[in-house]
Structure formats: C-alpha cells, structure tokens
C-alpha cells in the first residue's frame, strides 16, 4: 500500500457495520489507519462486530453506537459523536440498505417502498447532511454511498430496491456537482455479494448464482471493502461523481 492510500488520523463512519459489506469497509479503513464510527440497529450485534474489529489490532479507534439510520436524531449522534471521539469526521460510508418488497411492482405494498426509499436514499442524503454541518463543509472529505447493479439494470425481481439505488446513484452525482472541489462523493455498485443481506439471492448455490458471471464467483465483503478504500483515499483525489461496479464483469454481459 502507498503512502497516499494511508488514512492515519482520518476519522470515519460507516453505516449497517454490524456485518457483511459494512462490516469488511470498517475492518479495511482501520488496516488503512482510520479511526472508525460503526453504528446499526441492533446493539448485540454491533457490540460484537466492534470486538471482532478491535481484535484485528489496527491502531485506530473503534466506536459503536446504536441507531436506526432512518431516524434523523441517530444520524446527528453518530455524526457528532464521530467528531467528538476522533476530533474530524473525513470519511462517511452511506451502506445501510434495506429489500423488503420482492417481485411485481403491482404488488407491492406502498408502505413498504416508502421505508425502503426513506433508508435506501433519504437517510444517506440525512447522512450527508449532517456530516456537511459537523465538519466538511470547513474541512472536506469523502463519501462513498454503497449502490447495486440492481441500480443500473432492471431485474424484475428486487425492482423496489433498484429503483432506489438508481436514485441513490443520480443522488451521488448530484450531491459530487454541490459539493466539489473538497468534498468528493462516489458511490460502488456491487453485484450478488455472499452476506446474510444476498442470502435470497443465491438460495440455489453459488455455482448457480454466478453461472452469469465472467469471474465465475460471486463477491466477497472484502472485494467491495477494498474499492471503497482506495475512493476514500488521497489515491482517488481526482475521482468524484462516479459509480464503481464491482460486479465480477456481469454487466459487461449485458444480463443481470
């Protein structure tokens, strides 16, 4: 690793951290020096990922705090606690997510899509938001909002969820225009990754579920964790606006 991808006395926050995706961005932002916020809802568990994270001996900080990222006052906590345990907040990672509507759109029930824009998308503008206040409206800093392929292509199958990525990606765009030149802002598209959160995804074996894919496996936490250290870098200073997909070559297919 160079020197410019180094994140020592950066401080961080990653949202949905308890496991999966978020889990592995929080572990690789500390092996990169950050000081890192984890927050999710359930305290249990985001305990336990905290310990796990302080194991791995990384010198960085590590702080866990409980909160719904739908709900504007966790968001104003975590972000202010981030600044006040590490004396910046540089680095904010949107990658709570929620799917809880599968298949038609003529079936779905409204409520439902509603929570999923109001976490999917709302909470990450919410997010941003309060980070801007706190501190990098003054000081900068980079975001990084954790997107889907489902965002770019239509799958007919988690569609709710994809057009709420979608807008998460046009958010992204949105807010790297508003916010330039000292607040870069990316988004990653992953493709089927193996967490509990995909489970659904490949119920039918990984042979199965990445027979579409040129790689011809499905992705790890790790793989996402790691592009999103290298966005939040000095090594991407040049780079704002963009969606990464880090999809194992499927939408170079064309298929989802």
Same mark, same amino acid.
């Given at each position: 690793?160079?020197?410019?991808?180094?994140?020592?006395?950066?401080?961080? #926050?990653?949202?949905?951290? *308890?496991?999966? &995706?978020?889990?592995?961005?929080?572990?690789?932002?500390? *092996?990169?020096?950050?000081?890192?916020?984890?927050?999710?809802?359930?305290?249990?568990? /985001?305990?336990?990922?905290?310990?796990?994270?302080?194991?791995?001996?990384?010198?960085?900080?590590? =702080?866990? /705090?409980?909160?719904? *990222?739908?709900?504007?006052?966790?968001?104003?906590?975590?972000?202010?606690?981030?600044?006040?345990?590490?004396?910046? !907040?540089?680095?904010?990672? $949107?990658?709570?997510?929620? $799917?809880? =509507?599968?298949?038609? #759109?003529?079936?779905?029930? /409204?409520?439902?899509?509603?929570? &999923?824009?109001?976490?999917?998308?709302?909470?990450? #503008?919410?997010?941003?938001?309060?980070?801007?206040?706190?501190?990098?409206?003054?000081?900068?800093?980079?975001?990084?909002?954790?997107?889907?392929?489902?965002?770019?292509?239509?799958?007919? =199958? &988690?569609?709710?969820?994809?057009?709420?990525?979608?807008? !998460?990606?046009? #958010?992204?765009?949105?807010?790297?225009?508003?916010?330039?030149?000292?607040?870069?802002?990316?988004?990653?598209?992953?493709?089927?990754?193996?967490?509990?959160?995909?489970?659904?995804?490949?119920? $039918?074996?990984?042979?199965?579920?990445?027979?579409?894919?040129?790689?011809?496996?499905?992705?790890?936490?790790?793989? =996402?964790?790691?592009?999103?250290?290298?966005?939040?870098?000095?090594?991407?200073?040049?780079?704002?606006?963009?969606?990464?997909?880090?999809?194992?070559?499927?939408?170079?297919?064309?298929?989802?």
């Amino acid at each position: 690793m160079s020197n410019e991808a180094g994140l020592q006395g950066k401080g961080a #926050l990653v949202t949905g951290a *308890s496991r999966g &995706i978020g889990h592995a961005i929080a572990a690789e932002l500390l *092996s990169r020096g950050a000081s890192v916020l984890i927050t999710a809802r359930k305290p249990d568990a /985001l305990d336990e990922a905290a310990a796990a994270l302080s194991a791995l001996g990384h010198p960085g900080k590590i =702080v866990a /705090l409980p909160g719904n *990222s739908g709900d504007a006052d966790a968001r104003a906590r975590a972000v202010d606690t981030a600044v006040a345990e590490f004396g910046s !907040l540089d680095i904010l990672i $949107n990658n709570t997510g929620i $799917n809880p =509507v599968f298949g038609s #759109l003529m079936d779905a029930d /409204l409520d439902a899509v509603r929570k &999923i824009f109001d976490v999917n998308v709302v909470a990450a #503008l919410g997010y941003v938001q309060q980070a801007y206040r706190a501190w990098m409206s003054e000081h900068g800093g980079a975001v990084v909002n954790v997107a889907s392929v489902a965002g770019i292509r239509s799958t007919g =199958v &988690i569609a709710a969820y994809g057009a709420s990525k979608a807008a !998460l990606i046009r #958010l992204t765009e949105e807010l790297a225009w508003q916010l330039g030149p000292n607040i870069r802002v990316n988004a990653v598209a992953p493709g089927v990754v193996k967490t509990r959160f995909a489970e659904a995804l490949y119920a $039918n074996g990984d042979e199965a579920a990445s027979a579409g894919y040129p790689m011809k496996r499905l992705g790890t936490p790790e793989d =996402v964790a790691r592009l999103i250290g290298f966005l939040s870098s000095d090594e991407a200073a040049w780079i704002t606006g963009e969606t990464v997909r880090v999809d194992g070559g499927l939408l170079a297919t064309g298929g989802m």
